[in-house]
């Protein structure tokens, strides 16, 4: 990914803010290239239950690089789900594509992710260049809450290990398309050595109970949420969850799905209540 339209590709190496040296190369790219015509905004993308409106689209810092400041692009957009204001849905991931033929998949930075009234704002590291005045944006946008019946899955009966346990469960769920395995769960005190071996991905955390999952939730455009544990009786346990998941599909097939989580020592067992809801991708043209 690189400006196609100058004479020149220029390399700096850098320490810090001072530039130690300089080389141009002769682009091997530069020719004629068509050049797109920016849109006024909104730009509104969706189908009838979603819809998405692109309601800002702003460089910032453009030729600037140090530990705080770097080219950026923030982007605005407003969601109505069936016709109603929401926040219930996130930009995930983008995909950004220039007249030149550049293609590249950023991902957004919680840095620049805010909510302003109906508005949520987010951003990626690159901007605009010079030479061109509009990209063209393709948005994964990520469900968050109130998952319909359909989307829910259950782990059952779960028993919770102590000590350094490893608990093999090998226990598979299938829906939409999806397999999604429940691997293990581990003790506590479970140390990264003693679950190399089934997958060198898991760094279990200190103190906490770890559930591990292999899916194919990103290869069918889905995600994957917690949403509720409960115990033995049924009633519903209040945890201080955290979740880590593949950040792309190449990932998937090796990194896994991870929830950590802390629970009362008087819980012996629980059940999992998990979602995957659609990923919904649109083209912001």
């Not at 950004?96 to 704002?121: C, E, L």
């Not at 398309?177 to 955390?205: C, F, M, Y």
Request: proline share 6%; glycine share 6%.
């Amino acid at each position: 990914m690189f400006p196609r339209r100058g004479e020149f590709v220029i390399l700096k190496l850098k320490q810090e803010t001072n530039v130690l040296g300089e080389f141009r190369i002769p682009n091997p790219t530069r020719r004629k290239y068509p050049q797109w015509q920016s849109s006024g905004l909104p730009v509104t993308a969706g189908l009838n239950d979603l819809q998405v409106a692109l309601t800002d689209f702003k460089t910032q810092f453009p030729g600037e690089y140090s530990a705080t400041r770097v080219p950026s692009t923030v982007c605005g957009f407003r969601i109505m789900e069936r016709r109603e204001s929401s926040t219930n849905w996130i930009p995930k991931v983008a995909e950004v594509w220039d007249a030149t033929g550049n293609h590249w998949r950023p991902f957004f930075d919680k840095r620049y992710s805010r909510t302003d009234g109906k508005s949520q704002f987010t951003g990626f590291f690159g901007a605009l260049w010079p030479g061109e005045d509009a990209w063209k944006l393709k948005v994964s946008f990520d469900k968050q809450n109130a998952f319909s019946t359909n989307e829910l899955i259950r782990f059952d009966s779960l028993s919770i290990p102590t000590g350094t346990t490893v608990q093999n469960i090998n226990l598979v769920r299938e829906q939409f398309g999806t397999r999604l395995e429940l691997l293990a769960l581990l003790g506590p005190d479970t140390k990264h050595q003693s679950v190399e071996s089934l997958n060198p991905n898991i760094w279990p955390v200190s103190g906490r109970i770890t559930a591990v999952f292999k899916g194919t939730v990103l290869e069918q455009e889905r995600s994957l949420h917690f949403v509720k544990a409960m115990d033995d009786r049924g009633t519903n346990l209040e945890l201080s969850v955290e979740m880590h998941a593949p950040g792309e599909l190449r990932s998937e097939s090796h990194i896994p799905y991870i929830i950590d989580f802390e629970i009362a020592s008087s819980v012996k067992s629980i059940s999992l209540i998990l979602a995957l809801p659609k990923i919904r991708t649109l083209k912001i043209r």
